[in-house]
């Protein structure tokens, strides 16, 4: 569904909609309206959205509104509401929605962090072994997002639904596996996520080992000068252990001409000139502000020096 749709639906509704009515019980039980605010917050970032309207007007037991037209919904609806009924009318759709069951995790991890990457659902299937139409009703109805890639408030919502600053928050994120799949997906694509679950996607990266280096080494020093400059770049950081370890690794080869990059360590670094000009920045920042407190230093001590000698008439008290 397009985020028009969305809007439509919600919007069009009385408020004694059953999926209504259940946002509000959920989330604003002391109010008994919904703002259109209230309506489209929940409604149009959720890319379960369909689904959630479905199942609330089943557990109602309330047909769905003439104005849904969109098959999948209408085809979840009547599996949900009927059952054993239509088992063989449309195995599909009852195969599509027993992914969401938790025995699924693995397959729902692989299909939405697939969807991230950017893959169609005929990919997908082919990937995972599964059929396209289950893929296909499956994202509609549990993982909307296809449609909204483009839209990258959306993903935002999605990839990152607490607004944390990755860099500052990396073992958090390291506890959603699923999250952190989707980020893959979306940041590095489909063959590191296929590598991540264990499938061959033969898209394996054949660069060199040096330039995976260099290119992870720059990413880290990257991170490590935003900390600087937050003032959040703790002593265990990785980033400042990489730094030392290389300045105390190239001051045993210092050159004879000394110029401002060798008094620094920087004339022999085993780095590209990206890396090597973060790392500089870092260096010449910590080397300032360094200087900085000293001279801050050297006024406080003066300035207490000064204060003594007046307290014991060290200078010139009138006669």
């Avoid at 596996?177 to 590095?188: A, C």
């Amino acid at each position: 569904m397009r985020t028009k749709d969305i809007e439509y639906l919600v919007l069009s509704r009385d408020d004694n909609c059953p999926y209504l009515e259940e946002v509000r019980g959920k989330h604003f039980p002391q109010k008994k309206t919904l703002s259109v605010e209230d309506r489209l917050t929940f409604a149009t970032g959720d890319p379960a959205f369909a689904w959630h309207f479905v199942a609330a007007f089943v557990r109602a037991g309330k047909v769905l509104p003439d104005a849904v037209w969109q098959a999948a919904l209408w085809r979840a609806y009547c599996c949900r509401r009927y059952g054993p009924e239509l088992t063989y009318q449309d195995p599909v759709c009852f195969k599509a929605l027993s992914l969401r069951h938790p025995k699924e995790r693995v397959v729902q991890r692989a299909i939405k962090a697939l969807i991230c990457a950017g893959l169609t659902s005929s990919q997908i299937a082919e990937a995972l072994g599964i059929s396209v139409e289950v893929v296909e009703l499956y994202s509609q109805l549990f993982f909307n997002v296809s449609d909204r890639r483009e839209d990258k408030a959306f993903m935002m919502k999605v990839l990152n639904p607490k607004a944390h600053l990755k860099m500052f928050n990396a073992d958090r994120a390291v506890h959603n596996p699923e999250l952190l799949l989707m980020n893959v997906g979306y940041l590095l694509g489909p063959g590191v996520v296929l590598e991540q679950l264990g499938i061959k996607s033969g898209q394996e990266d054949h660069r060199p080992v040096a330039e995976l280096m260099r290119s992870a080494n720059l990413e880290l020093l990257r991170i490590t000068e935003l900390k600087a400059q937050l003032a959040m770049l703790g002593t265990g950081d990785p980033g400042l252990g990489m730094m030392r370890a290389i300045v105390a690794a190239e001051a045993k080869h210092q050159p004879d001409a000394v110029d401002e990059d060798s008094r620094m360590g920087l004339t022999r670094l085993s780095m590209d000139e990206g890396a090597m000009m973060v790392f500089k920045r870092i260096v010449v920042g910590a080397a300032e502000e360094r200087r900085r407190n000293a001279r801050i230093f050297d006024e406080q001590k003066a300035a207490e020096e000064a204060k003594k000698k007046i307290a014991g008439g060290g200078i010139g008290k009138p006669a």
